[in-house]
């Protein structure tokens, strides 16, 4: 198994324990969390094949992963300000009781 | 594969388990914290210096904090009644699998396919403020206006409740 | 001679990874550095405990600890025997694991930012490309430790200075990466060592430190302003404020884990007081050409304990700030200033030598100083109070 292959079942470890965490958990901030954990697997992917792929054009992956950690970063901002502004409407945050449209 | 990457995959996957399935939700934010670090620490053995310490500015010193401050202000440290997984959780479960399955599939099928070991590209933090400046500018002002409007929607988002509610 | 005094702790160290084998000799050459950070800075607090109960006394007109040696030289020692013997309390209801893991996190984090100090000529623990940032990211880190303090005490006065200070401290970041970007721009390089050498020329004897231009001084001026917060430190040490909130943050702590938050603070002092002398006052460089027979290291410890003492008298001489009068000042009034002094970095980087930039920077700096300070103080009510209650 070569360097890239380990890195790159670590990335799908994560991704997947991080899908679980966002199908499975009531809290939305649990949810949140999920999806930030998806998000760092994919940077892992991408510098890893950033270090170890032939290299035409030497700064794609860091690029990338640098742009991904700014986008990730303000997704979860406008995140947790949702969830803030639903608790004070709804006073919960347990996804399973927000089962209908009507406020 | 050194044993070094042996550790820092075992603190990371036990940080991200851990995340997922604690109880007590700060100390789920906390044991997300310990993965953040230790995918910072992959980026690091893997030579990518910038995006490494990048990443614990970013998500330790940021995005940790705001998790933080998120259950804080909604009551998430209490304890909850009905239990913290969802009634469908078996499901959840089985499609997270699955998608390991998958994944984890390819990667190991592909093996002979996948590039070996080249030489460490070295990228300096001056290629990569010219490269910011010349041929990602695009991108760059586009994060920009982004996370402008992310600030400020996030502000009105979680502000403008309480206008209301008085 | 001269220069066996200047690298001393350097042919110090190379003698001693000679007396290993040469497989062992870099990580021998490593854990030598650490060694020696881990012994210094520490002894560094200690001294710098008595200097700041003997100097806020002065400075109040009181004497200060006079008991334990000659001038009280040996309180911390005394200090250090309290704080290991006493019990240490956990509460009941606190959070166990997390209210042990608090204060080691945050004495790792601040220890990790002395790797990138130039304390000297060649005296570098890791020199690396992207020093600065390195330094902002541990520094970073410190702040989810202050956090979990507060929140695993399960104790309402803990939580609030928890809060504070983190809000406090995520408000300050902004204008400390800024005002350091503003030096980053001039040498054109993160990595320290290269940020000092930029500095170490002289013209006519004067050297050519940062914090002799314009927009240095001014960006050093908001670089104190802007660690004072982050340190917690008079005037901004609401979080941490007797009459306030109790001890804040670490009101539940006692014995050799309060000892611990304790030297996590003063270290934290120390590591960004030596970031600000690397910056601005030009780290190991000598004041005078004349003088550089003096060692490099001498320079950088007398620059660094300078700052100190500037802290210690700031904290005996200003009254504390509330907290939202220091979150206005922050957002409203560093922070632009911050923006202006880049702009102002820019225009003297590309109005070349002579004359002219001087003036020119000069000139921008006092009229934006001068209008926001204006702006501020046009909208001081001074009416009726208004009473806002929690909802």
Redesign the interface.
Known sequence: ??????????A????????????????A??V???I??ML?AA??NL??F??????PE??TG??F???S??????????G??????I???AHT????RMNRMKG | ?SIA?YLI?AL??AG??A??LLKN?VH??LA?TV??AG?AL??LQ???Q??GF??IL??IG??AI??V???L????SET?K????????F???V???G??AV??WA??QS?HV?????A????TVL??GN??MGR?VL?LEI?AL??TA??I???I??L???ES?K | MIYTMDQIFVLLQHWLMGMLPAALQPIAGILLGVAAIVCLFPALFALTTVFERKGLARIQNRIGPNRVGPLGILQPVADGIKSLTKEDIVPLSADAAVHFLAPLVLVVAVFMGFAVLPMGRNMVLVDMDAGLLFFFAMGASTELAVFMAGWSSRNKYSLLGAMRAVAQMISYEVPLLMSSVAVVMIAGSLSLTKIVEAQNHYTWGLPHWYIFTPWGLAGFLMYAIATTAETNRSPFDLPEGESELVAGYHTEYSGFKFALFFLGEYLAMFSISGLGTTLFLGGWSAPFSFLGWVPSWFWFFSKMMLSIFVFIWMRGTLPRLRQDQLMNFAWKFVLPLTLVNLMVTVLWRFLGEGWQRWVFCSAILVLAYAAMGLAGMRRGHFGPRRYRYAE
């Open positions: 198994m070569t360097p890239l292959s380990g890195y790159l079942i670590v799908a470890l994560l991704f997947s324990i991080g899908l679980a965490g966002a199908l499975t958990r009531r809290n901030i649990l949140l969390i999920g930030e954990l760092n940077n892992l510098i890893a950033w270090r170890y792929g032939p290299h030497a700064l860091m690029m992963a640098i742009f950690i700014a986008v990730a970063a303000a997704e979860a901002a406008v947790l300000g949702l969830v803030i502004s608790h004070r409407h945050t347990d996804l399973d | 594969m990457f995959a990371t996957v991200g388990l995340a997922v939700t789920c934010a997300l993965a953040f995918l992959f980026f893997l030579d990518a910038f995006a990048a990443q970013v998500y940021a995005v705001l998790v401050f998120a259950i202000l909604t009551r998430g909850p009905d239990g913290v997984f969802s009634k469908n959780w499901v959840g479960l499609i997270a699998a998608v390991f994944l984890g990667v190991l093996g996948l590039p070996h070991e080249t460490v590209p070295v990228v290629q990569i490269a910011l990602y991108p994060v982004l996370l992310a600030m929607g996030a502000v988002v979680a403008h409740e309480k509610a």
